[in-house]
């Protein structure tokens, strides 16, 4: 035979036939890079992942083993257009050939990769990566600039409101998928660095592929959030996704949770530190009392009567005046801790929602949801409303 294969004239069985043709085949073609859409893809529960390529004309048999498919950083899906890099085999069993999967990538993936470098290391030689700005201790405001919807806002708002609830949050809605997104959290960034009122921000959005959170690798964001006069957190996508606004922020957070977590310190953790530094201070105190009677007593027991006595109020004194001290010191801590103190009291009771009743306001809800009614375009001409005031609620209906 041409091919190299020596067959004798004499009968083959299937099995023998078919690893002939497997040996020629897995010899003859090496590594080839193909492209297609995926359809009748399957996870199974080996970890193994199984799926067809196929064109306007032809189709192929595609596997890829746990091991290679362990790396996908993408969620394969029914009729989405990958590049697959592999080696044509032989399935011995079923006869058929297939594409042994070692790489899968969506189409235009590499390019993508490619072009985030190119503007990775162009941002880099400016220096827009250096500088960063400290997050404030105990902010009154964060700023969030995220998808109204979702659960990256639900996560950040929870987290807020369980370990600092006087802190104030204001929510700038932006889009962070899609066209028009970058724009959007440009807008963003700016209306909040335009507020007045914001000492710390949040940007940022849950998980999703490198397509889903390419906004945030936009030049224009990155440059947004790099030039921010308020200390950015970054909070885009899962532990394992990295973007550039992370390498621009002040401070990258792995999930939108643990943003919310870098920007307030728990409230009960504050005051357990004040606590604590009551307690040293009493403690040193009454150690330098105990030091300063200790000097007392030695020198007593080396002066004559007269010189005791003379030794012992001078003594007195230094003890007197150092009891002073330190009681204006304690005076100072405790005035210094209870200000903090009536400060987040203050707060608390400005941000009761019964304060603002009070004053004449209101908060109308749909009737049907019991929904707050933030928008008027939220209810319709014939719409049933409640009213709340400071002393009751009424019913209402909307005329236009």
Request: with cysteine; hydrophobic share 40%; aromatic share 4%.
């Amino acid at each position: 035979m041409s091919n190299g294969f020596e067959i004798e004239r004499k009968r083959l069985t299937v099995s023998e036939l078919t690893r002939i043709i497997k040996k020629l085949v897995e010899e003859s073609i090496p590594v080839v890079t193909i492209e297609g859409e995926i359809s009748n893809y399957t996870h199974h529960a080996s970890g193994h992942r199984y799926f067809t390529l196929k064109d306007e004309t032809s189709q192929i048999r595609c596997v890829m083993f746990k091991w290679q498919a362990d790396r996908l950083d993408f969620v394969p899906e029914e009729g989405m257009k990958v590049e697959a890099v592999g080696n044509v085999t032989i399935y011995e069993r079923g006869g058929q050939y297939q594409l042994s999967v070692l790489r899968l990538m969506p189409l235009g993936r590499g390019d993508l990769l490619a072009r985030l470098e190119e503007l990775k290391r162009k941002l880099a030689a400016e220096g827009l990566f250096e500088r960063k700005r400290p997050i404030p201790l105990y902010p009154s405001s964060v700023g969030v600039v995220t998808s109204p919807t979702g659960a990256a806002v639900r996560d950040i708002i929870t987290v807020l409101r369980r370990r600092a609830p006087h802190v104030r949050i204001i929510l700038r809605p932006a889009l962070v998928q899609g066209e028009g997104a970058a724009a959007d959290i440009v807008r963003g960034i700016r209306d909040l660095n335009d507020h007045g009122d914001v000492d710390v921000m949040i940007v940022g959005r849950g998980g999703g592929s490198i397509e889903d959170l390419w906004c945030f690798n936009e030049e224009v964001v990155v440059r947004a959030i790099a030039g921010s006069r308020i200390p950015v957190v970054s909070a885009v996508g899962h532990e394992i996704d990295f973007t550039l606004a992370d390498l621009a922020a002040d401070v990258r957070a792995p999930t939108p949770s643990a943003a919310a977590e870098i920007v307030v310190r728990d409230s009960s953790e504050l005051k357990l530190e004040i606590r604590s530094c009551l307690v040293r201070l009493r403690q040193g105190m009454l150690s330098k009392v105990d030091e300063m009677t200790a000097r007392v007593d030695r020198v007593r027991k080396g002066l004559s009567p007269a010189r005791f006595l003379e030794g012992i109020a001078m003594r007195g004194q230094e003890v007197d005046e150092l009891a002073i001290r330190m009681k204006g010191a304690l005076v100072l801590a405790l005035s210094r801790r209870e200000t903090v103190l009536e400060r987040l009291k203050g707060t608390l009771i400005a941000m009761n929602p019964r304060r603002v009743l009070d004053r004449g306001f209101s908060i109308a809800y749909r009737r049907r949801d019991s929904r707050i009614i933030t928008d008027s375009a939220m209810v319709s001409g014939g719409d049933g409303i409640t009213v709340e005031v400071a002393k009751g609620k009424f019913g209402a209906t909307v005329n236009e």
